[in-house]
């Protein structure tokens, strides 16, 4: 095994949770190379309390608490480059044979920078969500789940265990220091690994338990706004939509074509390519920075839907996807009349649509306002608004059969709940509570 560096940054309200995480590592990883180093960023540790007979543990006191980024271009200098470094939250807790399984994908993936684990805690694409109940039970059978040497390509893993070659180390210029947050400096050296021809993998095998209390921030903070500047872009998104990916239907190992309209970054298709190994998977982006970043991972073109002129022959297309894409559009309807040339028959558009008739939305409504957001259901790029009738009505007209349309809901408060009681007494009677619950719908509609 490469030597193992195992980077455990604590800060306040995770030191309880450093004994636990470095017990694992002991029981685990002591007959592996690896040496711990625990960073004390602003957490005021008390080293003696962390005595590790049998495993190589450093400690560093930052002396303060320091944005992400700049404690890592501090530390990392202080350590060997000739070793791969893991960043390890405190409340993760290795499962066996899991720095064997990173260990064991870097030799099998020459070509990877950085390789993301596998968790209770972490849902990512298709990553493994577990219903074990102790970190006991995961321990006992994940043993026996082990050796199945499965991983995914991704654009960036969540933070929480991430393993980072020493190749990609001595490659890439260091860590962002405008970059606070550990989730934001994940995404930004992801981006900037694939800029340097590295892959980034999910190992299936690399399972580590997170702990009571940990929690995954993926929220859009000053990170976010400082990253879209960074690489040219409104908005980007490197976590795949499951909701598209899982609407698609044909067997695993089927020849199918898919064509994504605002494809983003890539990440829907880099999963679709993942899970149909001989499907085609091509996409058309607005943004030149996003479709040069897509182009890295799948096949992606730069261009406008709305000039009905991408590069594709007629009858090209098992299956066309929408995500959140046709609220923005100046002419939604005459988009999906463009898209029956490039379906095949018996194709599929397959498309995530804002519901305006959302519950909040009419609460606003009801109080005189209509304010647009920086993103959600009145996301102020939006330029046409659609309801459960609206999506029905569009694709009949533009002769499409809807196949189905599933409603995708998030949890709503008492008065909500109380708000759409009294909005049904008053509304039409083919009107269902569903149409108020509904954040978004998923439409598929079959090209006959």
Not at 14 to 40: Q, T, W, Y
Not at 148 to 166: E, K, N, Q, W
Not at 217 to 237: Q, S, T
Not at 261 to 276: N, P, S, V
Request: include cysteine; aromatic fraction near 10%.
């Amino acid at each position: 095994m490469n030597p193992l560096y195992i980077l455990i940054t604590v800060v306040p309200g995770s030191e309880a949770f450093v004994p636990m995480c470095i017990k694992g590592l002991r029981l685990f990883g002591k007959s592996e190379n690896i040496h711990i180093v625990l960073v004390d960023n602003g957490a005021g540790l008390q080293p003696e309390a962390y005595v590790c007979p049998d495993v190589p543990l450093s400690y560093i006191d930052m002396e303060g608490a320091y944005p992400f980024g700049e404690m890592l271009r501090q530390i990392i200098p202080l350590l060997e480059t000739d070793h791969d470094l893991l960043l390890l939250s405190p409340y993760m807790v290795c499962v066996p044979g899991s720095l064997t399984a990173f260990q064991n994908a870097l030799r099998h993936y020459p070509h990877a920078g950085v390789l993301g684990c596998t968790s209770n805690g972490i849902r990512v694409g298709r990553q493994h969500v577990s219903d074990y109940a102790t970190y006991e039970d995961a321990v006992q059978k994940r043993i026996s789940a082990f050796s199945s040497g499965a991983v995914h390509r991704m654009i960036a893993p969540l933070d929480g265990g991430l393993y980072i070659s020493r190749d990609l180390l001595q490659t890439v210029d260091g860590f962002d220091l405008e970059l606070g947050s550990e989730s934001g400096v994940v995404e930004d050296l992801c981006i900037r690994a694939a800029e340097h021809g590295f892959d980034v993998y999910c190992v299936k095998d690399a399972f580590f338990w997170a702990l009571p209390g940990f929690r995954i921030h993926v929220g859009r903070g000053a990170d976010w706004n400082y990253l879209e500047k960074k690489w040219g872009m409104h908005y980007f998104n490197t976590i795949p939509n499951l909701y598209l990916v899982n609407a698609i239907t044909a067997p695993k190992d089927a020849p199918i074509h898919v064509l994504e309209i605002g494809c983003d970054c890539g990440a829907t298709l880099l999963d679709i390519q993942d899970i149909y190994p001989n499907a085609t998977v091509c996409g058309a982006e607005l943004n030149p920075s996003a479709a040069a970043i897509a182009n890295r991972y799948v096949t992606a073109c730069e261009g406008n839907i709305e000039h009905y002129d991408l590069p594709y022959p007629e009858d090209s297309f098992d299956y066309i996807i929408f995500g959140d894409v046709l609220e923005h559009l100046r002419d939604p309807y005459e988009t999906i009349r463009y898209c029956k040339k490039l379906l095949k028959h018996g194709g599929a558009i397959i498309s995530s649509i804002p519901n305006l008739m959302h519950v909040s939305v009419m609460k606003e409504l009801l109080n005189g306002t209509f304010t647009y957001q920086e993103t959600g259901l009145l996301d102020r790029t939006h330029i046409h608004f659609f309801t459960q009738k609206e999506i029905l009505r569009m694709f009949l007209i533009c002769g499409y059969q809807t196949e189905s349309l599933s409603s995708i809901q998030h949890p709503l408060s008492a008065d909500e709940e109380d708000l759409i009681d009294w909005l049904l007494q008053r509304s039409g009677s083919d009107v269902t509570r569903e149409m108020y619950q509904t954040f978004q719908y998923l439409c598929i509609a079959r090209n006959p």
